[in-house]
């Protein structure tokens, strides 16, 4: 092997300790993904579990789970960000089967200070319609509501999330929707 | 693994509403008819939860530290620790090295088992060495002797063995039975030989050798070399074929019977087994001790009979007498010198050991000189057919374990993902939307029963008491006058409300497992109940009625509805 020069080998080894510290292309694009969907995924767990104390506690699990297996995400299976709802899905049901076993709030007494009072009255009304048509929702429809409106999914990312096809996703979607639209008239 | 299944198309209003959707969440215009739809919408998005300043900050603080596992999880936390001992590794790009050291790994291990189980290392070519010693009839085998001398204490101590050697891999127990790697070096059992100073030992030993056809004539001859270097002789021998000079001559075989002093015996075997392949020996030895002593006896007997006889002839006076006494003398001495030729004859059995050597002639084999290139191209070749047939049975061993392994976490897979299915079904407000709109709210201190969803299975036992198809079909109310028969003759005032709606069959029944259980729920109208003398009645959308009933909550109609031996109907209903 052709010996490195004297003079060139402080020079060598600095170089190759700068290449050490970068980041790889995994954790660049971990981080982008981090900051992209941490509200994102928030809310999903959020309004899956309906308990913003478990879900902060089921993001940080998401992004614990994703950072571990950041080197394992196939592109040729989904988005990245279809990858990442799909761990905080599997956390949030772990969350559910472990609440299972215990008596746990059912669900968060709604927040009435979070409608401004400036909004009026009729605002305030049609919330609430919204927020009883939305507790009346079966678990898997609050789910797909949390993924479409709270998440910001697509449909084909919603149907990789859960498992369905596209097809299936869209009709359960409009389903949803339906029902939603249904109660605030019915309340309204 | 999935199947795809075939896309159908969305109905295009449908289609068209959810582009719609989508457009309003994108702050895009909308069709003025989908504008409550476009409204509704941004009305849901406004519902989505914000994460507080607080948890922002926590998560922030997390992701900076790289997201490091929780104190509970102490798995996680090692392997942490591991990917940061094995981060330089990685960053050098040891990690895509890994899959081909770990074949390699496997590989050498596979050929150093190999290697162990050729052979090679201990010399080889297998061989046979038996080794049989032999007791004299009338000495035993254990080391006693039923001998008539009786001072014999012990004899031969190795009965009867057979040694499966390899090349110079000498198994045999005693020391003296060394086998020469390559027939090498010679194999000494001397002191087979040489037992106690009393005893009497014949050996014998057959030796097998191959050798190349080229080198067939000089071990023949080095057979005659080696018995007059070591003053033995030969009895008998026969040598055929294998004339190198001669095209087409048979393949060579020699024949050889000699006789070797026992002295001797180590070295001129060594020697013997220098000139080609031994391909097997025996040895044999038989403890003839006794078969001394009685000849010994005899020459003594005879010899005092002899003297007692020339001294009764010395003093014999009559000429008869005489005679008589020197026919019995003739007697005698021809029996004295029998017995010396017989004592004649075993010592030279000791002495002299009867070894047969047979050589043949083998292209196979090699010249039994150096380690040469096509030794190195043998050797490989078994190397790497032990490996092959290593790694076979290891595969095939291991075959089963991996398949069940395999099972197994496919198996716990899908049992994980059904759980996680069924906790989001059993997540709160799955409750029957009948129930939520009569303001039932959901007891977490009342347990459900283990068996309900079961019901129908286990008809019979939950007649009545949480209607489901199994149950739709009731004989009559009985004693109990129906409240209200609710629908195909369905009694259902002790359910208190269970499945009013039975929405499952269009207007009536629902299949049991996929109803949720009303247990653990009780109804504003059990509040009502307490406190009103007079039973409230609910009306859900399908027509059936239903009481709930104050101090009998549908909890407690679950469990009736599953012990068998006592009538839900009659115990379960209240008073009226």
């Given at each position: 092997?052709?010996?490195?020069?004297?003079?060139?080998?402080?020079?060598?080894?600095?170089?190759?300790?700068?290449?050490?510290?970068?980041?790889?292309?995994a954790d660049?694009?971990?981080?982008e993904?981090?900051?992209?969907?941490?509200d994102?995924?928030?809310?999903?767990?959020?309004?899956?579990?309906?308990?913003?104390?478990?879900?902060?506690?089921?993001?940080?699990?998401?992004?614990?789970?994703?950072?571990?297996r950041?080197?394992?995400?196939?592109?040729?299976?989904?988005?990245?960000?279809?990858?990442?709802?799909?761990i905080?899905?599997?956390?949030?049901?772990?969350?559910?089967?472990?609440?299972?076993r215990?008596?746990t709030?059912?669900?968060?007494?709604?927040?009435e200070a979070a409608?401004?009072?400036e909004?009026?009255?009729?605002?305030?009304?049609?919330?609430?319609a919204?927020?009883?048509?939305l507790?009346?929702?079966?678990p898997?429809?609050?789910?797909?509501?949390?993924?479409?409106?709270?998440?910001?999914?697509?449909?084909?990312e919603?149907?990789?999330?859960?498992?369905?096809?596209e097809?299936?996703?869209?009709?359960?979607?409009h389903?949803?929707?339906?029902k939603?639209?249904?109660?605030?008239?019915?309340?309204a | 693994?999935?199947?795809h299944?075939?896309?159908?198309?969305?109905?295009?209003?449908?289609?068209r509403?959810?582009?719609?959707i989508?457009?309003a969440?994108?702050?895009?215009?909308?069709?003025?008819?989908?504008?409550?739809?476009?409204?509704?919408?941004?009305?849901?998005?406004?519902?989505?939860?914000?994460?507080?300043?607080?948890?922002?900050?926590?998560?922030?603080?997390?992701?900076?530290?790289?997201?490091?596992?929780?104190a509970?999880?102490?798995?996680?936390?090692?392997?942490?620790?591991?990917?940061?001992?094995?981060?330089?590794?990685?960053?050098?790009?040891?990690?895509?090295?890994?899959?081909?050291l770990?074949?390699?790994?496997?590989?050498?291990?596979?050929?150093?088992?190999?290697?162990?189980?050729?052979?090679?290392?201990?010399?080889?070519?297998?061989?046979?060495?038996?080794?049989?010693?032999?007791?004299?009839?009338?000495?035993?085998a254990?080391?006693?002797?039923?001998?008539?001398?009786?001072?014999?204490?012990h004899a031969v101590?190795?009965p009867?063995?057979?040694?499966?050697?390899?090349?110079?891999?000498?198994?045999?127990?005693?020391?003296?039975?060394?086998?020469?790697?390559?027939?090498?070096?010679?194999?000494?059992?001397?002191?087979?030989?040489?037992?106690?100073?009393?005893?009497?030992?014949?050996q014998?030993?057959?030796?097998?050798?191959?050798t190349?056809?080229?080198?067939?004539?000089?071990?023949a001859d080095?057979?005659?070399d080696?018995?007059?270097?070591?003053?033995g002789?030969?009895?008998?021998?026969?040598?055929?074929?294998?004339?190198?000079?001669?095209?087409?001559?048979?393949?060579?075989r020699?024949?050889?019977?000699?006789r070797?002093?026992?002295?001797?015996l180590?070295?001129?075997?060594?020697?013997?087994?220098?000139?080609?392949?031994?391909?097997?020996?025996?040895?044999?030895?038989?403890?003839?001790?006794?078969?001394?002593?009685?000849?010994?006896k005899?020459?003594?007997a005879?010899?005092?009979a002899?003297?007692?006889?020339?001294?009764?002839?010395?003093?014999?006076?009559?000429?008869?007498?005489?005679?008589?006494?020197?026919?019995?003398?003739?007697?005698?001495?021809?029996?004295?010198a029998?017995?010396?030729?017989?004592?004649?004859?075993a010592q030279q059995?000791?002495q002299l050991v009867?070894?047969?050597?047979?050589?043949?002639?083998?292209s196979?084999?090699?010249?039994?000189?150096?380690?040469t290139i096509?030794?190195?191209?043998?050797d490989?070749?078994?190397?790497?057919?032990?490996?092959?047939?290593?790694a076979?049975?290891?595969?095939?061993?291991?075959?089963?374990?991996?398949?069940l392994?395999?099972?197994?976490?496919?198996?716990?897979?899908?049992?994980?993902?059904?759980?996680?299915?069924r906790a989001?079904?059993?997540?709160?407000?799955?409750?029957?939307?009948c129930?939520?709109?009569?303001?039932?709210?959901?007891?977490?201190?009342?347990?459900r029963?283990?068996?309900?969803?079961l019901?129908?299975?286990?008809?019979?036992?939950?007649?009545?008491?949480?209607?489901?198809?199994?149950?739709?079909?009731?004989?009559?109310?009985?004693?109990?006058?129906?409240?209200?028969?609710a629908?195909?003759?369905?009694?259902?005032?002790?359910?208190?409300?269970?499945?009013?709606?039975?929405s499952?069959?269009?207007?009536?029944?629902?299949p049991?497992?996929?109803?949720p259980?009303i247990?653990?729920m009780?109804?504003?109208a059990?509040?009502?109940?307490?406190?009103?003398?007079?039973?409230a009645r609910?009306?859900?959308?399908?027509?059936?009625?239903?009481?709930?009933?104050?101090?009998?909550?549908?909890?407690k109609?679950?469990?009736?509805?599953?012990?068998?031996?006592?009538?839900?109907?009659?115990?379960?209903a209240?008073?009226?």
């Amino acid at each position: 092997m052709k010996a490195v020069p004297a003079r060139n080998r402080g020079v060598n080894e600095t170089v190759a300790a700068v290449a050490i510290e970068i980041p790889t292309d995994a954790d660049v694009a971990f981080d982008e993904l981090y900051r992209r969907n941490r509200d994102d995924v928030h809310a999903y767990v959020a309004g899956l579990l309906r308990d913003r104390s478990a879900a902060e506690d089921i993001t940080a699990l998401t992004f614990e789970r994703a950072y571990r297996r950041r080197r394992s995400f196939n592109p040729k299976r989904g988005t990245r960000r279809a990858w990442l709802f799909g761990i905080a899905r599997n956390a949030a049901l772990d969350e559910l089967r472990r609440r299972r076993r215990q008596a746990t709030l059912l669900a968060e007494p709604v927040d009435e200070a979070a409608i401004p009072p400036e909004q009026g009255a009729e605002v305030a009304i049609r919330r609430a319609a919204l927020r009883a048509a939305l507790a009346s929702l079966a678990p898997r429809e609050r789910e797909l509501v949390a993924l479409k409106f709270f998440a910001g999914l697509t449909n084909p990312e919603i149907a990789r999330v859960i498992g369905i096809s596209e097809t299936n996703a869209g009709t359960r979607l409009h389903r949803v929707i339906k029902k939603l639209r249904r109660a605030c008239d019915e309340a309204a | 693994m999935r199947l795809h299944e075939r896309e159908m198309p969305l109905d295009p209003e449908v289609e068209r509403e959810l582009d719609a959707i989508d457009r309003a969440l994108a702050g895009e215009p909308v069709d003025a008819d989908l504008a409550v739809l476009a409204e509704l919408a941004l009305e849901l998005r406004s519902e989505r939860p914000e994460p507080t300043a607080e948890i922002e900050a926590k998560l922030d603080v997390l992701a900076a530290a790289g997201f490091p596992p929780r104190a509970s999880d102490r798995l996680g936390r090692l392997r942490r620790r591991v990917a940061d001992a094995s981060r330089p590794l990685r960053e050098r790009g040891a990690r895509r090295l890994l899959p081909a050291l770990g074949a390699a790994s496997v590989f050498v291990v596979a050929i150093g088992i190999g290697i162990s189980q050729s052979g090679i290392l201990r010399g080889g070519e297998s061989a046979t060495q038996t080794v049989t010693p032999q007791a004299e009839p009338g000495v035993s085998a254990a080391g006693g002797t039923a001998g008539p001398s009786g001072n014999l204490t012990h004899a031969v101590r190795h009965p009867t063995s057979t040694i499966q050697s390899h090349r110079g891999a000498d198994t045999i127990s005693r020391p003296q039975a060394n086998f020469a790697r390559s027939g090498k070096r010679a194999a000494t059992l001397g002191d087979l030989s040489v037992g106690p100073n009393n005893r009497k030992v014949a050996q014998n030993v057959d030796l097998g050798l191959s050798t190349s056809p080229d080198d067939f004539r000089d071990a023949a001859d080095g057979v005659l070399d080696v018995v007059r270097a070591h003053r033995g002789f030969v009895v008998r021998s026969n040598v055929s074929g294998g004339d190198p000079g001669v095209s087409g001559a048979k393949q060579g075989r020699a024949d050889f019977t000699l006789r070797i002093p026992a002295g001797e015996l180590s070295a001129a075997m060594g020697d013997l087994s220098d000139l080609g392949h031994v391909v097997s020996r025996s040895d044999g030895s038989i403890d003839i001790t006794n078969r001394f002593v009685s000849t010994r006896k005899r020459i003594d007997a005879l010899t005092a009979a002899r003297d007692r006889l020339l001294q009764e002839l010395g003093q014999a006076v009559t000429l008869t007498e005489q005679q008589s006494i020197r026919a019995r003398l003739r007697i005698v001495q021809a029996q004295l010198a029998s017995a010396h030729d017989d004592l004649a004859r075993a010592q030279q059995r000791v002495q002299l050991v009867p070894v047969s050597v047979t050589i043949t002639a083998d292209s196979k084999a090699d010249s039994g000189g150096a380690w040469t290139i096509g030794d190195a191209f043998h050797d490989a070749g078994r190397v790497l057919t032990v490996t092959a047939g290593v790694a076979l049975v290891g595969g095939a061993a291991l075959l089963p374990f991996a398949l069940l392994a395999a099972l197994g976490a496919a198996g716990r897979r899908q049992w994980v993902r059904r759980q996680r299915n069924r906790a989001l079904d059993a997540a709160p407000g799955s409750s029957p939307s009948c129930l939520r709109d009569a303001g039932a709210v959901e007891d977490p201190a009342v347990r459900r029963s283990v068996l309900v969803g079961l019901e129908v299975r286990l008809a019979g036992a939950a007649d009545r008491a949480e209607p489901v198809v199994g149950n739709l079909v009731e004989g009559g109310a009985g004693r109990d006058a129906a409240v209200g028969i609710a629908l195909l003759r369905v009694v259902d005032e002790p359910a208190g409300g269970a499945d009013p709606q039975l929405s499952g069959l269009g207007f009536g029944g629902h299949p049991a497992a996929a109803y949720p259980s009303i247990g653990g729920m009780v109804t504003q109208a059990d509040e009502r109940r307490r406190s009103s003398p007079k039973p409230a009645r609910h009306r859900c959308s399908t027509g059936a009625v239903f009481v709930p009933q104050a101090g009998i909550r549908a909890t407690k109609a679950g469990r009736a509805r599953v012990g068998r031996g006592w009538s839900p109907k009659r115990r379960a209903a209240p008073p009226r």
